[in-house]
């Protein structure tokens, strides 16, 4: 039988983390991995075409950098590409508690807001930010409604 450790438990039951009766760290929501995690696994699972875009992905060395920028490689552009009925839409996953308040910008940054506003410009392509992977497959849903644009 397969057991969690207190973390795991902590993570999927949303608890706070008590180590020696002090709080250590309270979990309100799942990271952006965790909820990105379960867009994934929802697209698999209803066969969409999608891949991820490794923007984030750290990189050890400046001579990597360095041959990534050479490459092309830019800040900003959103997480996940998914065609949905012959649209591009991309998806750029935030997590749920970073919803923007009182006219903040909710975690997105400058180059992801221009990448964003840019996409949004071209025929037969959506941009969108989505708090928690609910969001995300809600919009999802709403294009995968819609006719099909191109």
């Known amino acids: 039988m397969y057991k969690m450790t207190p973390e795991q438990y902590n993570r999927r039951f949303n608890t706070t983390t008590i180590k020696k009766n002090k709080v250590i760290k309270e979990k309100n929501c799942l990271t952006e991995h965790e909820e990105q995690v379960i867009l994934v696994k929802w697209l698999d699972n209803n066969g969409y075409v999608f891949t991820s875009i490794p ?11 360095r041959k990534n920028s050479a490459e092309g490689l830019r800040a900003g552009l959103p997480d996940l590409l998914v065609i949905v009925r012959g649209r591009l839409v991309w ?3 935030k997590k749920t508690d970073r919803k923007p308040k009182r006219g ?10 221009q990448w964003i506003e840019d996409l949004n410009k071209c025929e ?16 999802i849903k709403t294009l995968d409604k819609m006719s099909t644009i191109c």
């Open 91 to 93: 998806i750029e996953m």
């Open 124 to 139: 037969g392509c959506s941009a969108h930010v989505a708090y928690g992977a609910e969001e995300a497959i809600n919009k």
């Open 55 to 65: 923007n984030s992905t750290w990189t050890p060395g400046y001579s990597q950098q």
């Open 104 to 113: 903040g910008k909710g975690g997105v940054s400058e180059a992801q807001r």
